[in-house]
């Protein structure tokens, strides 16, 4: 009879909110001491439930209305719908006491049970416009529904329960029969705050104090119902110390502030999935209510007309729910089609649209070309600027190239950065002046170039002919041209021939025969000297891989390693070199204890955690001291390690590890960068010494440099590359420590090194 309260979980600003903690303690004791008066059956106990109801509601009232002022627009709605129903459920009780006091033992007259009507209905539009409850009117309905469904349901079970003893004459009382819509419209309230509550994240412990409200209102509201009809209820029961008591939970749940971090805004993540209770809720007590009419039938075999009424109302609310979830079933099937047959963030079609188009193209057999387009250098704009402006990137790239494309063909996003266009049909343009026109459109409007977020692509042209037997064909065949334009350079186009589809294949049969060859020992490691330039005495030697490949010979490191860094089978060749040349060290060293090893490893490394666990494993293995390693690595290599892989490095050289930047003057050549990496050597390129022989001034100044910049930071050089006297000369006069090159000595097998473990004679 008293009006129903409702909440919901909401997001707000996570700010403290004032407890109110007196006004909280006061309430508390005035339900405590109306109970005990109650229980007590002191006089005066009718007036004293009046009063304390009334008093709760308007406290609840205030301090929902208190609340409200500190949230946003959207909390503060919730909350104020709250305080108007405690102000109705307040307004409703003072009513009742003056018609009662007036002489009415139960006013039960159309403008009290108007005020409860009205609580009823803000009390639900609380819990229904609160954050966590469906933004679309259509989610807000099918909720509201669910509700409706089950109080519906619950009343052929409320009328067989509190009514199985009364006799058909004593249910004349519409207050007999119909007050039974009380409890089941507190139970339709319950139904929606957990279909709203439920798949909340995260859950807000306001949710259960107004559920338990809720519950507290449900069970007195069928309690004074029953009574009712049975005729025991007078005014000061102890069963009204209930209704005062849902009130102080009411009050109670504006002291619990939204959950952290929440600040009203629009939700932009995807909703959790429901439980499967909260599917099954509102048809849980569906077969209950079944069974309850035919439990209330009468012995004349009619249905009272309350239950019938009820039940032909359910069946109505039960088609009307499954009318919304047939349309939720459609909306939910189209947007799923747009999941699959499009990208979500450029709005392009996506692969599986693309690959749909192409082979139904294909199937009309007519004229059909494929551009694959790959951004060049999108990866760094990620590295730098972050994902989400690479994102903000590539939809802007894609809108460039949807108006180049127009309607001359299809463009798709096939994925990262990955886009392709189909061209079929009677073909208005060239696929060639298609990809300039994409080529074009990526190119930096005025002011892009200096933000560095102007990648351009590499696109690779195929067209369908009798060399390809399906689909995936042309698309191999596009993406082998596409590799050829990033190896022509960027911002470039290449139409698939013959050649460049027999050197893919020769590719990928390499790329094949190398996984074996590295399970099948088919590598050996060579080892060329590295001298003591003033003496000629060898004083390390560099372990370099070799591939005796069964058909075509030995290869050296240029043809097989930049395929193995690709395929990432670098990682396991170089930890085979690393050892390999660790017991080679150790068995020479028993002959020339002086002459250390230097291995050569691939960035990849350089990023693994296992990387310093892998050199102790290869030194200690062998019983090589780690003195005795030095590891090569390139400028770029170094340049692009994060903190992680310098703090690699630094245990590195705290093993005692030696460590030389390989190549050096061809990468970034930062001095920046030589502060921060524990380097012990520079090894100058090849490039810079084979001009010093042509007495090249420039190559001659840039390896005085790099020999003084070595000495400012404490590094021994290694000038690489000397094949000639003249170049012998001038990188000793430079003043450079050490030399490679075949001017001391080709790479050898490990025997013919230990022959050469002899001092050289430097000046023949």
Not at 44 to 61: K, P, R, Y
Not at 164 to 182: F, I, K, S
Not at 602 to 608: D, M, S
Not at 693 to 716: C, H, I, K, P, S
Request: glycine share 8%.
């Amino acid at each position: 009879m008293l009006p129903q309260d409702v909440s919901r979980a909401v997001v707000a600003p996570a700010r403290p909110i004032p407890s109110g903690r007196v006004g909280l303690v006061a309430a508390a004791l005035v339900v405590l001491g109306e109970a005990g008066w109650l229980a007590a059956g002191l006089p005066g106990a009718a007036e004293v439930s009046d009063l304390g109801a009334v008093a709760l509601a308007a406290w609840a009232a205030f301090a929902c209305l208190r609340v409200a002022r500190r949230h946003p627009v959207a909390l503060r709605r919730f909350w104020t719908l709250l305080a108007a129903t405690m102000a109705l459920a307040a307004l409703g009780r003072v009513l009742w006491m003056v018609e009662r006091l007036g002489g009415r033992e139960l006013p039960h007259t159309p403008l009290i049970g108007g005020l409860f009507t009205a609580g009823i209905v803000t009390g639900t539009a609380a819990l229904l416009c609160s954050l966590a409850a469906p933004r679309s009117l259509v989610g807000q309905a099918r909720t509201l529904l669910d509700g409706v469904i089950v109080a519906l349901a619950l009343i052929p079970i409320g009328w067989v329960v509190v009514f199985r003893d009364l006799a058909a004459a004593e249910l004349t009382d519409p207050l007999r029969t119909w007050g039974l819509l009380y409890p089941m419209f507190d139970l339709m309230q319950l139904t929606i705050l957990v279909a709203v509550a439920g798949p909340s994240r995260p859950m807000w412990r306001a949710w259960a104090v107004i559920g338990a409200s809720l519950a507290t209102r449900a069970a007195a509201d069928t309690a004074y119902v029953s009574l009712v009809a049975h005729g025991s209820y007078t005014s000061g029961h102890p069963i009204d110390v209930c209704w005062p008591l849902s009130y102080l939970l009411i009050g109670a749940a504006t002291r619990y502030p939204p959950p952290a971090g929440s600040d009203g805004a629009e939700e932009t993540t995807e909703s959790p999935l429901p439980p499967w209770w909260r599917v099954a809720l509102p048809y849980l007590p569906v077969g209950g209510a079944i069974v309850a009419v035919a439990l209330s039938r009468r012995p004349t075999g009619q249905t009272p007309h309350l239950i019938f009424l009820c039940m032909m109302a359910l069946l109505g609310v039960l088609a009307l729910r499954q009318g919304l979830a047939a349309n939720e079933n459609l909306r939910l099937v189209a947007r799923l089609r747009r999941l699959a047959y499009s990208d979500q963030l450029t709005g392009l079609p996506n692969r599986l649209t693309f690959t749909r188009r192409l082979r139904r193209a294909l199937r009309d057999e007519a004229p059909v070309a494929v551009l694959l387009l790959d951004l060049d250098g999108f990866k760094q704009v990620n590295d730098r600027f972050g994902h989400v402006t690479g994102d903000r990137l590539l939809t802007t790239i894609a809108e460039r190239m949807r108006d180049a494309t127009a309607d001359d063909g299809m463009i798709a996003r096939l994925g990262g950065d990955e886009f392709a266009v189909l061209v079929d049909g009677d073909r208005p343009v060239s696929p060639e002046r298609l990809a300039e026109r994409l080529l074009a459109a990526l190119e930096p409007l005025p002011g892009e170039e200096d933000l560095g977020l102007n990648p351009s692509a590499s696109i690779g042209i195929a067209e369908y002919g009798p060399q390809h037997a399906s689909h995936t064909d042309l698309l191999r065949d596009a993406d082998i041209a596409m590799y050829a334009a990033k190896a022509a350079g960027k911002s470039a186009y290449r139409t698939c021939t013959p050649a460049l589809r027999e050197s893919a294949v020769t590719r990928a049969e390499l790329i094949a025969e190398l996984r074996r060859a590295v399970d099948e020992g088919q590598l050996c490691v060579e080892y060329q000297p590295i001298v003591d330039l003033a003496t000629g005495t060898v004083r390390s030697a560099e372990a370099l891989v070799r591939w005796r490949h069964p058909r075509l010979g030995v290869l050296p490191p240029a043809a097989f390693l930049p395929l193995a860094e690709e395929t990432g089978l670098i990682v396991p060749i170089d930890r085979w070199v690393l050892h390999e040349a660790c017991r080679a060290a150790a068995a020479w060293r028993e002959r020339a204890p002086q002459v250390t090893v230097a291995v050569n490893l691939a960035a990849a490394h350089l990023r693994r955690p296992d990387l310093i666990a892998t050199v102790i494993a290869a030194t200690a293995g062998a019983g090589l001291p780690p003195r005795a390693l030095t590891l090569e690595l390139t400028e770029s290599a170094l340049i692009e390690g994060s903190d992680a892989v310098l703090d690699r490095l630094r245990q590195l050289r705290e093993l005692g590890i030696r460590l030389a930047i390989d190549d050096f003057g061809t990468g970034y050549s930062s001095l920046s960068y030589l502060h921060h990496i524990p380097a012990t050597e520079l090894k100058v390129d090849r490039s810079f010494v084979a001009r010093l022989g042509a007495e090249d001034v420039r190559a001659y100044a840039t390896v005085e440099m790099v020999n003084r910049l070595a000495a400012a930071f404490d590094l021994a050089v290694v000038a690489e590359g000397v094949e000639t006297d003249a170049q012998h000369a001038a990188v000793t006069a430079i003043g450079c420590v050490h030399g490679q090159g075949w001017r001391y000595g080709r790479p050898a097998a490990l025997p013919e090194l230990l022959t050469a473990l002899t001092p050289v004679d430097a000046t023949r």
